[in-house]
């Protein structure tokens, strides 16, 4: 079956302007997960969801990152008025039933604000 | 708050030989542990997951421990081959809902 996909694979924005950063997961999977990577790093948690509730956005770095789910499949991570230190991949997860389920992991959409 | 650290940062070996990666976290109240594989360019893979109340898991040529109480996994390749050239990830989950990931270990095996 299909894993989780993100689209766009690759965005370059300047500085200031929004981007938008969608997520289709696993069918039938209730939980998502938003993380960004940045280069060298590991990934940081950015956001989770459950169904359409979003259940923890502890992770957003600032008021500029909104995330939705608003049918509880698909996900839009929204950043506004983009900055340098954005520049990352953002990673979207997925995984059955309860949140300490195994997550699986899209291929991720590399965003460079110049 | 969890900290999860990776030894080595990276690791060259020759074709043929078994490794050990090295994992280690600060709270050991976890979930589970996971090791992932990330080729260049690309997303996570997931390798192997290890309950808390377990102590290994293997799946073809890895192994994967899990030492809760100290703190520690190791991953184990058995007869690398170049094909395994990635960086390896760890990550714990505890009472929160997502992962807690190292650093990674970039891993190249030499043909």
């Known amino acids: 079956g299909a894993g989780v996909s993100q689209s766009p694979r690759y965005k370059v924005a300047k500085r200031g302007q929004d981007v938008a950063l969608r997520c289709d997961p696993i069918?039938?999977?209730?939980?998502l997960f938003w993380y960004q990577q940045a280069l060298g790093q590991g990934p940081e948690f950015l956001t989770y969801?459950?169904?359409?509730?979003?259940?923890?956005k502890s992770g957003l770095p600032s008021d500029r990152f909104f995330a939705e789910r608003p049918e509880g499949s698909v996900s839009t991570l929204k950043i506004q008025r983009t900055q340098q230190e954005d520049s990352a991949v953002y990673l979207c997860?997925?995984?059955?039933?309860?949140?300490?389920?195994?997550?699986?992991f899209g291929p991720g959409t590399r965003l460079t604000v110049l | 708050k969890q900290e999860v650290t990776q030894i080595p940062a990276a690791l060259s070996v020759p074709e043929g030989e078994n490794l050990v990666l090295n994992c280690s976290f600060t709270?050991?109240?976890?979930?589970?542990l996971q090791w992932f594989r990330q080729d260049p360019g690309k997303g996570l893979t997931s390798l192997l997951l290890?309950?808390?109340?377990?102590r290994e898991q293997t799946s073809g040529r890895l192994n994967a421990s899990l030492d809760k109480s100290s703190g520690r996994s190791t991953l184990y390749i058995a007869a690398s081959q170049p094909g395994d050239s990635a960086t390896y990830l760890c990550?714990?989950?505890?009472?929160?809902?997502?992962?807690?990931f190292g650093t990674g270990t970039r891993l190249t095996v030499i043909p």
């Open positions: 997860a997925s995984s059955s039933g309860g949140s300490y389920n195994e997550q699986f």
């Open positions: 969801f459950q169904n359409e509730a979003q259940l923890d």
């Open positions: 069918s039938g999977h209730v939980s």
């Open positions: 709270d050991s109240a976890i979930y589970n």
């Open positions: 990550a714990v989950q505890t009472g929160a809902n997502n992962l807690f």
């Open positions: 290890i309950q808390s109340s377990q």
